[in-house]
């Protein structure tokens, strides 16, 4: 009876971890999974442990992850998940006690494992990090800590509360504490910017199966533009056939320009002997290309398919996805001496590589395409990072989707304008540019292990576990 119990209630746990996320974005729900989950791990034995863990994470992920089933089907959405619930089961590894050795082992623990999992397998996928989802709570902490601390601090503070008396004394302090430490970021004047969201004809995988819709809708949209900027921003995949190589696709490409007489970055697919390009393409006032960026972080079974006989043997889908080229390293952009990096779509999810962009750029772009999920929760979780990564850096961001949401976010993690979802238009942004780098950006996640597999160690002696 009590087993049961358990199982019931670490599903619970899950669904609380799962409500923290968009679209609910209930940020006390990842407090409250977290001590729950806890509760119910601490005295058990490995294999309960591992199981119930197991339980947690896929009550999870099942929901978080729905939207990876949108246009694939049911069985990668489900090997996905329950994937990473087999990696999130490992919270579960060591024996926890109810001291305070063991809120700290166990806060390591969870944040070594959201860092496994951002890193691999396949290069990893970290969606779902507890530390994406206080950007509303702890936003001034962001630029301090990093997301890794949030998380960390997220699951120390949570377990406090559970273990005694005391310890919730110590977790309520604490909290207070850290509400109320200030936060200034200096801005360095503003670059004033317009995105472009011009949708497609259809939302899917196919959505530019016809030659130059994508193109078209967004250069028509651009063609409405009444607003003085110094950049116009299209996003992921907005031109639908190579812009430099596909003569039709140029020739569109300069008259919008023409037009517009300002630089217009754009995303595009280009195409190349050893395979297609993500490319993120600065095209000057003059139609010349200055500057181009390749998406170096692929996205696993997206832009190629690891373990391709097996990944087509699951899902006919796989067949039709050609491997892209990674790029090899940063590329930044700059117009009238602003200097800035575009990170393509789920480039977000890894700490070093948005740190490593975010390093001499006053701003930053997040250019995606979030098309190919159609109506569901993705393209509302993706902003709900971006914001979190904005936080942490202490860089304002300007977001381009093809159908949203485009927004402007600010260097503190708010959002200070966005479009409509699935409603094509355009939207101008004054970016606060900021100089010089937070505190955050300037620890990679090699540190955070180092730190976690330090805490991990002297958590298990006397001092700590009383």
Known sequence: MVIAR???????????LFTSFAPIDFWPGAFLGTALLYGLIKDEVLLRRSVLSFISGALFFLPLLHWSSTYVGALPWLILA????????????????GNFGSAIQFAATFTLVEIVRMKAPFGGFGWGRLGFTQVDSLAHLYPYISVAGISFLIIFISVLFVTSFKHFLFASFLIVLLISIPITIQTDGEFSVIAVQGGVDRLGLDFNDRALSVLSRHAEETMRISYPSKL?????????LDPIRNTEANAIIKKVIQKIDRPLLIGAVESSSHGPQNSSILFGSDGEIKSRYVKQDLAPFGEYIPLRPLSEAISREAIGVRDFIPGRSWVRHTVDKTTFSSAICFEILDDDLIRAGAQGSEFLVAQTNNATFGKSWQAAQQLQITRSRSAELGKSFAVVSTTGFTAQISPEGSIVKELKQFEPGYLNMDIEKVKGESAASKVGSQVWIFFAAVLIALSRTRIFSR
Do not use: R, T
């Open 82 to 97: 329950l994937g990473e619930a087999v990696i999130f089961s490992l919270v579960g590894l060591l024996p926890f006690k």
């Open 6 to 16: 358990k199982v019931l209630l670490s599903g619970v746990s899950g669904i609380f």
């Open 232 to 240: 116009v921003i299209w996003p992921e995949n907005a031109s639908d």
